[in-house]
């Protein structure tokens, strides 16, 4: 029953809940970003509207790179 | 028991989907590129520079009207957007909005030996007759510059210059 397939498999579920969870986080945090930089842009604030677009942009770079990290989990056996 | 539970609980299964953590993954990856993407456009639209808005010119009032340390009161462009033309102690012409950007009070000309500004008594502001730049109180923008032209003796509000940040 325990084999080392099911450890592996096991642990390959934690990795990808954890991955999961941060994503999330990060998801939260570009709500907050987007949510910021339009309040500031409607009270004619624009200082921080080009750093929280960077910002955004590499949250979702990392995103990204973790969905992909995550499908090449997905394929080792 | 499963046929029971079924019977009793009748779902079609077949036509279920249930979204599985892939799934879940993609599409959260596919809403933080599209979050990415709209604050990248409000930051794209905020930094469009704004310069100024034209309307059809509307005469004010004679050169001769207002003496040095005056205002006048006018609307443009609608009649419920009032104004102040403004003849300074230096005899210039400045125009500005009346609607103070705190809570739309309206503004005076407030003239004195050694004062010269535009006063909201509602919440004590005051905005700068210079550039409308705000001096004190919680005001949070400078309040919007008239564009002026003199036609032989009479004075011409053409344009509204719009706000920039405080």
Redesign the interface.
């Known amino acids: 029953m325990n084999t080392p397939e099911f450890y592996r498999r096991r642990q390959k579920a934690i990795v990808?809940?954890g991955?999961?969870l941060f994503?999330?986080i990060?998801?939260f945090i570009?709500?907050w970003?987007?949510v910021m930089?339009?309040e500031?842009?409607l009270?004619?604030?624009?200082?921080m509207?080009?750093p929280?677009?960077i910002a955004?942009?590499a949250?979702?770079a990392t995103?990204?790179w973790?969905?992909r990290g995550?499908?090449r989990l997905?394929k080792i056996n | 028991m499963n046929e029971r539970l079924q019977e009793e609980f009748p779902i079609e299964w077949e036509d279920d989907h249930f979204v599985t953590?892939?799934e879940?993954?993609?599409f959260?990856?596919l809403?933080?590129?599209g979050?990415?993407l709209?604050?990248?456009a409000?930051?794209?639209?905020?930094?469009i520079p704004k310069g100024q808005r034209s309307f059809d010119p509307a005469l004010i009032c004679k050169v001769a009207d207002l003496k040095p340390g005056t205002s006048l009161h006018f609307s443009f462009p609608r009649p419920s957007d009032l104004c102040l033309l403004i003849c300074r102690k230096d005899g210039k012409y400045v125009a500005y909005s009346r609607r103070c950007t705190h809570l739309s009070c309206p503004v005076q000309y407030e003239v004195g030996d050694h004062v010269e500004r535009l006063y909201c008594p509602c919440h004590n502001g005051a905005f700068s007759v210079d550039d409308g730049r705000v001096l004190q109180g919680p005001p949070?923008?400078p309040i919007p510059q008239l564009m002026l032209e003199q036609r032989g003796d009479e004075i011409w509000a053409t344009g509204i210059k719009v706000?920039?940040?405080?």
């Open positions: 990808f809940l991955l999961m994503a999330l990060l998801f570009q709500i970003l987007f930089t339009l500031n842009m009270a004619g604030r624009t200082a509207a080009v929280g677009a955004s942009l949250l979702f995103n990204l973790m969905l995550v499908q997905m | 953590r892939r879940f993954f993609r959260l990856t809403a933080s590129g979050l990415a709209g604050t990248v409000v930051a794209a639209y905020s930094k949070p923008h706000g920039e940040e405080a």
